[in-house]
């Protein structure tokens, strides 16, 4: 069994920044492939970054390309992401999510059907 919680989500003016933190416990993750997800408002969730467990291979959606970085830290057993030049389109609760561990430690994933654990969601809201 593994628990995820977010933190770090705010309110934040067009142009901002902000970092999340997902921090695990249960199991370590070090061998986890891991993601964030977003659901705005009357949308589905969506992929928003992802990275393999070996940290060595990510992903990234269109919308937040040059923007957004994911990292790892294997030795806290946490998952962060870099969210710089927010916009208001970037509103949404942001999710942490891990898969089970893999042999392959370069895969990537990007489906929300793929995924096995996931957090309760931190709000992030970006004013104009």
């Known amino acids: 069994q593994v628990q995820l919680v977010e933190s770090g989500g705010g309110l934040v003016q067009a142009g901002g920044s902000l970092r999340l933190s997902c921090a695990a416990s249960?199991?370590?993750?070090?061998?986890?492939?891991m993601g964030w997800f977003r659901q705005a408002p009357g949308k589905e969730r969506e992929v928003v970054v992802a990275i393999s467990w070996s940290g060595g291979n990510t992903y990234s959606a269109d919308s937040v390309k040059g923007r957004f970085t994911i990292s790892r830290d294997n030795g806290k057993n946490t998952l962060y992401l870099q969210m710089n030049g927010l916009k208001p389109e970037d509103t949404a609760v942001y999710y942490c999510?891990?898969?089970?561990?893999?042999?392959?430690?370069?895969?990537?994933?990007?489906?929300?059907?793929?995924?096995?654990?996931w957090g309760q969601g931190t709000q992030v809201t970006v004013s104009s």
């Open positions: 999510a891990a898969k089970d561990r893999t042999y392959y430690s370069w895969s990537v994933y990007a489906g929300i059907n793929e995924y096995d654990y």
């Open positions: 249960g199991r370590t993750i070090s061998s986890y492939p």
